[in-house]
Structure formats: structure tokens, C-alpha cells
């Protein structure tokens, strides 16, 4: 299986503050690299597919960039509802697989 | 309203087997594939297994040794996931999620199953 290394785990930060949140990944994914957002008690809501393709509806503050195997999330001004849990998720090869996360939480 | 709602939360005893439903709304059910993932307490995400809602093709996780079956109703639009032989590891919430350009974009609320003596 293809291991999905996130970090930081953690972080803490100030709204308003930019956040990059770095995904790498065991071998080649090409761009197949997602990222999610979630929220206690709800659902995982895609941001980025495709390493760097904005979801519909997805605030233009969010950003994914990098191949093969080097991935980054950018959030250039963080906003209040920002605050959450976000993952990388590669679906190159099954089983796709997800990284451990990166809780964003409020400095 | 695109989405999807799962049945809800179950409580099992270890050995027993539980299935959890998937609704589709607003969407065309067979045009789209089915990931299930789940999520342990503390832990990372995890796919389970996938399910072609067209054609009823599935892939699984070797995670689970044969122990999960994926179905689906296309009459109902409705995905189903059975899960035998429950062991206290199997306590997670678990998500469908509809597939979209090798991403997720609509997922359930989730349904907590609990393993529990």
C-alpha cells in the first residue's frame, strides 16, 4: 500500500494567518492527490482534486500544488470556519489511502 | 439535492454482522461508483471497499479478508455495505462517498457501528 505522510499533525494559528499543510507520499502518485476538510460530527468535504483543481464552491483562499510525490494545501488568509481536521487522500493505486491529518485549531 | 443518506447507527456484539445503507438523491445512481471508508477512533481514514452502482463491479480492501460485501438496488438508488464477523476493531463511523474525477465529492453523514459485549 502507498503510505501517506502529512505534517504538521498539528498546528495553531491566527485568522488571517497563512497555513501550508504538506502531504508526501511512499512512490510516484503522479497528481492523483486529494484533499479534505472535516469538521467534528460531520462529513469530509473535498477542497482539491487532482493535486491543484478547486472543488465547486470551494473558497478561492484554498490552494493544493506538486506531483509525483510532494504535495502542499495552502489556505492563504485563514477564516474562522476554517478550523477543522484536513487530509490528503492518493487514489493512484487501491487501496486508495489517507494521510493521519493536520488539525488546524485557533492560536 | 445531491446527496447521500446513510441508515443509522448500530450497536453489535462481537461475531455478529451489521449492513449500512447508502441513499442517493438527486443524482443519477447508476452513472457513479461507491467508496466506503471508516474511521476508527483516533485513527486515520480508511477505505474499505468500492462499488461500480452501474454495473455492480466491486473492488475491496485485503484489510478486511473477505468480510465485507458491497451491493447495490438501483431500483432504490441505495448502497449497501455488510460487514461480518465483527471484532471491538471494527467500532468506527462509517462513510459512503460518491466517486468523481478519482476524488469524493458528496459524502453520508456516516453511521457509527459499535462492536461491543
Known amino acids: 500500500d502507498i503510505h501517506m505522510t502529512q505534517s504538521p499533525s498539528s498546528l495553531s494559528a491566527s485568522v488571517g494567518d497563512r497555513v501550508t499543510i504538506t502531504c508526501r507520499a511512499s512512490q510516484s502518485i503522479r497528481n492523483y492527490l486529494n484533499w479534505y476538510q472535516h469538521k467534528p460530527g460531520k462529513a469530509p468535504q473535498l477542497l482539491v482534486y487532482a493535486a491543484s483543481r478547486l472543488h465547486s464552491g470551494v473558497p478561492s483562499r484554498f490552494s493544493g500544488s506538486g506531483s509525483e510525490t510532494d504535495f502542499t494545501l495552502t489556505i492563504s488568509s485563514l477564516q474562522p470556519e476554517d478550523f477543522a481536521t484536513y487530509y490528503c487522500q492518493q487514489t493512484y493505486i487501491t487501496p486508495q489511502t489517507f494521510g493521519l491529518g493536520t488539525k488546524v485549531e485557533i492560536k | 439535492q445531491v446527496q447521500l443518506v446513510q441508515s443509522g447507527a448500530e450497536v453489535k456484539k462481537p461475531g455478529a454482522s451489521v449492513k449500512v445503507s447508502c441513499k442517493a438523491f438527486?443524482?443519477?445512481?447508476?452513472?457513479?461508483?461507491i467508496h466506503w471508508v471508516r474511521q476508527a477512533p483516533g485513527q486515520r481514514l480508511e477505505w474499505v471497499a468500492w462499488?461500480?452502482?452501474?454495473?455492480?463491479?466491486?473492488k475491496y480492501s485485503q484489510n478486511f479478508q473477505g468480510r465485507v460485501t458491497l451491493t447495490r438496488d438501483t431500483s432504490a438508488s441505495t448502497a449497501y455495505m455488510e460487514l461480518s464477523s465483527l471484532r471491538s476493531e471494527d467500532t468506527a463511523v462509517y462513510y459512503c462517498?460518491?466517486?468523481?474525477?478519482?476524488?469524493?465529492?458528496?459524502w453520508g453523514q456516516g453511521t457509527m457501528v459499535t462492536v461491543s459485549s
Open positions: 462517498a460518491r466517486d468523481v474525477y478519482a476524488a469524493s465529492d458528496i
Open positions: 462499488i461500480d452502482a452501474g454495473t455492480g463491479n466491486t
Open positions: 438527486g443524482y443519477s445512481f447508476s452513472s457513479y461508483s
